[in-house]
């Protein structure tokens, strides 16, 4: 069945450097989305990206779809402490209905 | 937010028994879904639903049954719990299922079997 991988798995940033989250599907995608989740929260949508090579910014996130559709990643310019959470990737393949997530990045945080 | 409840929230029950998580959404959307997340796999979908009495297997679905009688409510039932059910449960809805329609997940429910 279709994999969709994170990496890294965790990683832990002092506030205001960057922060880059990398996520690999085994099969292409139809369209990617991102997602947060907060620690002790649930998952709350970010973005979606849905062209090749398509990249959109929300403030000082950067979100990259590559070019063959099977790639993405999230970038976090200045990281603050309010970033603190995981970060997941999800994709529907061919199928509607079901999103594939990925394993996730949890990004912490410290002054 | 949207309107996704469930419950309960919390729940320690033994190996072998029976337990029901129930979401419940004030959204009127056609499809439900309940994940499970565990450290290193993110989430994985165990069943979902796509209108009442309308249901389908996840990736996980081995163990847990679900049931929708109605539109507002999806039930997640493990008929006989085990150890390795413990994790975190996520119900979540989406209005049409459709490539790139966006879901909207509940609180969570923390499953502890002992």
């Known amino acids: 069945g279709q994999q969709v991988m994170q990496i890294p798995q965790y990683q832990h940033v002092q506030e205001g450097e960057d922060f880059t989250t990398y996520c690999n599907s085994s099969?292409?995608?139809?369209?990617i989305q991102w997602y947060k989740q907060r620690p002790g929260g649930h998952p709350v949508f970010l973005i979606q990206l849905v062209k090749s090579g398509e990249v959109k910014k929300q403030k000082r996130l950067t979100f990259q779809f590559g070019e063959a559709k099977k790639n993405s990643s999230l970038h976090i310019t200045a990281t603050q402490t309010t970033d603190v959470g995981t970060y997941f990737c999800?994709?529907?393949?061919?199928?509607?209905?079901?999103?594939?997530f990925g394993t996730g990045t949890r990004l912490q945080v410290t002054l | 937010d949207a309107g996704i409840t469930q419950s309960p929230r919390h729940k320690v029950t033994e190996t072998g028994t029976p337990v029901t998580l129930r979401c419940h959404q004030t959204e009127n959307h056609r499809y439900m879904y309940w994940y499970r997340q565990d450290p290193g796999h993110g989430l994985r979908l165990i069943h979902y639903s796509y209108g009442v009495k309308d249901t389908d297997k996840g990736e996980v679905s081995d163990g847990y049954s679900v049931s929708r009688s109605k539109t507002e409510d999806f039930l997640l039932t493990l008929e006989s719990a085990t150890s390795s059910q413990t994790s975190v449960y996520f119900c979540?809805?989406?209005?049409?299922?459709?490539?790139?329609?966006?879901?909207?997940f509940g609180p969570g429910t923390r499953l502890t079997v002992l």
């Open positions: 979540a809805i989406s209005g049409t299922g459709a490539l790139g329609d966006t879901q909207y």
């Open positions: 999800a994709g529907y393949t061919g199928t509607a209905s079901k999103l594939t």
């Open positions: 099969t292409t995608l139809s369209n």
